[in-house]
């Protein structure tokens, strides 16, 4: 408490009480030094040892203390002397002695009981502000800091300079044990020296514990265990406090406080050194954890969350990682049937072409692709007119040379019989040639199928060469299927081996085949490559058409599920590593 505050308390109750001669305020020793007298009445200057004596009692005997006194000179009545603890527990706060020109009755006590519990309010009002204010001060600096070590060396130079303490230290724990991270002003120490091995067996020992260590203990204080303590200021007859820092229910380092030789930690000065732990404490751990480098704090993590699953309580973690394990067992242990899927086609086992047998215009287009058709049935027809002329021109002739072969044998001119004969075939023969040619401009179906190719309506009065595609025929019946397999996976085809085909058309149907072939050369295109491999279906579908595509999957036998999800990725990186391994 401050002195001003303590004088005005002092004062003004002075005044409302009846009979007070003289008066002082006493507060209980604090780290450095003992009680302090921190207000007297009427003289500041001078208390009185008799009045300090009767607050000296009070304090060290924490209970009211009544002593009565011989007059003072020029009094004509005895004087009482009343010393009033204030502050709860066995170690009070302070102590308010009083001299009375009467005798002391109850009622004085009881009003200087309720007075005194004011000055206690007071009092913890202005502890708890000053621990406020060093607390926030001391998470200014860790923030205005470039790094951990330069934050953790200023924050433990300020509670040293701020608290009047020999020094402050700041440790982390590292695989179950304490490392000192900051002493207070030293930028630098030596991890190897007696003083830091007994700063880490000193913060070991509070962090065993889960609790604040305190050497020597205040009055009340619970029971703990300090031998590490002792051993720390075993030659330097001061005091040693160590507070654990906790983040998320785990215990992650520690704040270790020496007071100078002859001094030490009283309950309020632990308090506050219990709040810049608690709140600083953990601002450090952030700002060391995003320095550190990736692989520690990848394994700070992991040893965090190992943590959880071995502590009582993390349901969602326990039941988490369970989950983990069991679909990891099951990856490396279970088996099941590993399929090959590939794009499909379907086309027909047998397919014609229909071209264009001479040179000509299109005349006329009946069907179109998809069109299913007959046997004989016409398909489309190519101009004819130019041959019909010309085979008129040659009937015309044969029929001259007729007569005139006749007229010959008739006149018995051999000679000319023979000519006419040699012409007559030779017209003959030109006819033949203009009914195989008329014929060819009739294009019919050779089968019952399906017009897979050709649509020749769009192009009517074109003119197209001799040996042109026209139209593309497939039967109905009699099917094979072009898988379409990447590189890849190629190695995992066999002849032989089944699978089923589901077509876009009909996908809530899949049929079942075997593969037949796989062409040895691959194809480049889209960017990928792939083989041809032919496939026989086993029990065709009359819904099925030439042209449908889908997707097809090839069973390939029995693997490891670990090894069917993951295949892929590892071949990949087993090629990747070799193109660069040297």
């Known amino acids: 408490m401050s002195e001003s505050l303590a004088e005005v308390w002092l004062v003004r109750h002075c005044a409302l009480l009846p009979g007070v001669v003289r008066a ?25 040892p008799d009045l300090l004596a009767i607050a000296s009692a009070a304090l060290q005997q924490a209970r009211v203390v009544l002593q009565a006194s011989p007059p003072g000179p020029g009094a004509s009545a005895e004087r009482s002397r009343l010393g009033v603890p204030f502050g709860s527990g066995a170690a009070p706060m302070g102590a308010v002695a009083l001299e009375v020109e009467k005798a002391v009755d109850p009622d004085l006590i009881e009003e200087l009981r309720a007075a005194a519990g004011s000055l206690e309010l007071l009092t913890r009002s202005e502890a708890v502000q000053r621990r406020l204010v ?31 303490l020999e020094r402050v230290s700041i440790g982390f724990r590292r695989r179950d044990a304490t490392r000192v991270a900051a002493l207070s002003h030293s930028a630098g120490f030596d991890a190897r020296a007696n003083l830091i091995r007994d700063l880490e067996h000193a913060m070991d020992e509070a ?64 308090r506050l050194c219990e709040s810049v732990a608690s709140l600083v404490g953990p601002i450090l751990e952030l700002v060391r954890e995003a320095q550190a ?18 502590a009582p309580g993390h349901t969602r973690p326990k039941v988490v990682a369970g989950a983990a394990v069991a679909l990891l067992l099951l990856l490396g242990f279970a088996s099941c049937s590993y399929r090959v899927t590939a794009d499909a086609t379907l086309e027909g086992a047998v397919q014609r072409a229909l071209v264009a047998g001479l040179d000509g215009y299109i005349a006329e287009a009946t069907v179109r692709a998809g069109d299913v058709v007959r046997k004989g049935q016409p398909l489309g027809r190519l101009d004819d007119r130019d041959l019909q002329v010309e085979r008129r021109k040659w009937a015309a002739r044969r029929d001259q040379l007729n007569e005139k072969h006749r007229q010959a044998l008739a006149a018995g001119e051999r000679g000319m019989v023979n000519v006419l004969s040699a012409k007559l075939a ?21 089968f019952d199928g399906i017009v897979v190719k050709g649509d020749l309506s769009q192009s009517l009065g074109t003119p197209v060469k001799r040996g042109e595609l026209l139209f593309e025929l497939a039967p ?14 190629i190695a995992d085809v066999a002849v032989g081996e089944r699978g089923r085909l589901a077509l876009s058309a009909l996908p809530g149907e899949d049929m079942a085949f075997a593969v037949e072939r796989i062409t040895p050369v691959s194809t480049a295109e889209d960017g990928r490559n792939y083989f041809r491999v032919e496939a026989r279906l086993e029990q065709p579908s009359e819904a099925l058409r030439p042209g449908m595509t889908g997707v097809a999957k090839i069973d390939a036998g029995s693997r490891r599920l670990a090894w069917i999800w993951t295949h892929r990725f590892l071949d990949w ?9 040297p």
């Open 24 to 48: 002082v305020v006493l507060l209980a020793p604090q780290a450095r030094g003992g009680a302090r007298v921190a207000a007297s009445w009427p003289d500041a200057a001078n208390a009185g």
């Open 134 to 164: 060093t607390v926030l001060e001391a998470v200014g600096i860790a923030l205005d800091q470039p790094g951990f070590e330069a934050a953790a060396t200023a924050i433990a130079a300020e509670l040293a300079t701020r608290l009047e």
């Open 207 to 270: 962090c065993d514990q889960d609790a604040t260590v305190v050497h020597p203990a205040p009055r009340g204080a619970p029971g703990r265990i300090t031998r590490a303590h002792e051993e720390l200021v075993r030659d330097r007859d001061a005091g040693a406090c160590t507070v654990p820092i906790a983040r998320r229910g785990e215990i992650i380092g520690a704040f270790t406080f020496e007071s100078a030789g002859g001094h030490v930690f009283d309950v309020e000065t632990v």
């Open 293 to 310: 480098p990736g692989l520690e704090r990848l394994r700070e993590r992991l040893r965090t969350r190992i943590a959880e699953l071995s």
């Open 426 to 446: 030779q017209a003959e023969a030109q006819l033949e040639l203009f009914d195989d040619q008329l014929a060819r401009t009739q294009l019919v179906a050779p």
């Open 476 to 489: 109905l019946e009699g099917y094979r299927v072009i898988l379409e397999v990447d590189d890849r996976d």
């Open 573 to 581: 990186l087993r090629l990747w590593t070799w193109s660069w391994w």
